[in-house]
């Protein structure tokens, strides 16, 4: 059954082609007139429309050129007389996916908008697979980068973090992973995943602090069409999209306090509504958090809930930092060079042991991720086949000095904390924060939010696909 329009000047005409379409189980409607037809569409669009050629003041090409410009994928069949050829070939160049001469048997009618019918749910449910292959295809490659042997370490803080995985991954419990910005929380909180009941579910993240109080509750809960400037059309939230899996939420320190209300009566009520709806949804969801605070800090702060932080707080799991699980060092290195030689062309296939006395001799502020991207540089430089002190990126001058940005005060200025920061994160998530701001500003339209940040279509669109923001 399919929503049919059926658009011509003659009334007999009009109302018999109702009749047949009817007859063979679809909906209907019809307009006496182009400019009523295209009014209709606005109303409600149709799988098909059937529209005569020959009409005034709005033809028949006028109207497929409209329709086709506003819903591409409506199909439109043309009602033509004889002698009009030129009409018929330029109604095809415009997208009229047939068309039909009069006078015609409703026989022949009948076979045309089947086929044409036929071939249009053919096409969608090709398209429903295609999509299906491309989720899977990208849910089995997380899959296998989550696996436990992407965790790295044999220290005794680290067997102590595996157990907690095996025990928490078999319950339903919420977790809140605390540890250090670069300590590994998200390849924790996918080895939690796929060691639990619900590793057949997606996993679906979402980073917290990158998003202002606004695009945070629609990333969340989901808005309906016309909730806000931009909405344009209905929208699942994360919290509907993990619906029978795990949600992580990164950085659950930064939500605002009325997202904290919300949040909460989810996790107690297992139920949402999206912005601007009324609807209630039940959702199927095991929370995972993660925080670089401290669980005294985070309850103390005065600016998260303590309700809040009890329903979260239920198995946590502490990670240690980098400078306290130093043995786990060569382990990390020999990982990420077989992880990065290949991409980075590098002879290198081991680090020697000047390599790794140097390593060992950083406090390494940013943790495990800056220890790969210094692995990564090295790489780049070395010429030979082990990585050698000579090949280590400078640890504590220049740009990598702890408190000391390139070109910077030799006191370390500039208002860096005394710990040192983590540039590659801080940067990325500035990236992602002014991604965001911009495709809220421009209203989902991604020319323009191109423009107000400089870009390039196609650089916007590598970037969104880099951090998963979806317009």
Known sequence: MADILIIDDHDSMREGLELLLRRRGHRTRSAESGQRGLDLMEEATADLVITDLKMAPLDGIEVLRRVKHATPETLVMVITAHGTIEKVVEAMKLGAADFITKPFSSEEFGVKVDRLLADRAERAALMRENVALRVENTYLREETQARYGEIVGESPPMQQVFRWIDRVARSESTVMIYGESGTGKELV?????????????????????????????????????????????????????????????????TVPHTTQVRLLRVLQERELERVGGEETIPVDVRIIAATNATPDNLRNAGTFREDLFYRLHVVPVTLPPLRDRKEDIPLLVHHFIEKLCDRTGSPARAAGPGALRRLAEYAWPGNVRELENIIERALVLADGEQLTAEDIPPLGEDGFRRGRPAGGDEDGAQGLPPEGVDLNRAVEGMEERLLRQALEKAGGVKAEAARLLGLKPSALYYKLEKYGIEA
């Open 189 to 253: 909180a996918r080895a939690i995943h796929a060691g639990s009941p619900r590793c057949d579910g997606p996993f679906i993240r979402v980073n917290c602090g990158a998003l202002s109080e606004s695009l945070l509750d629609s990333e969340l809960f989901g808005h309906e069409k016309g909730a806000f400037t931009g909405a344009e059309k209905k929208r699942r939230g994360r919290f509907e999209l993990a619906h029978g899996g795990t949600l992580f939420l990164d950085e659950i320190a």
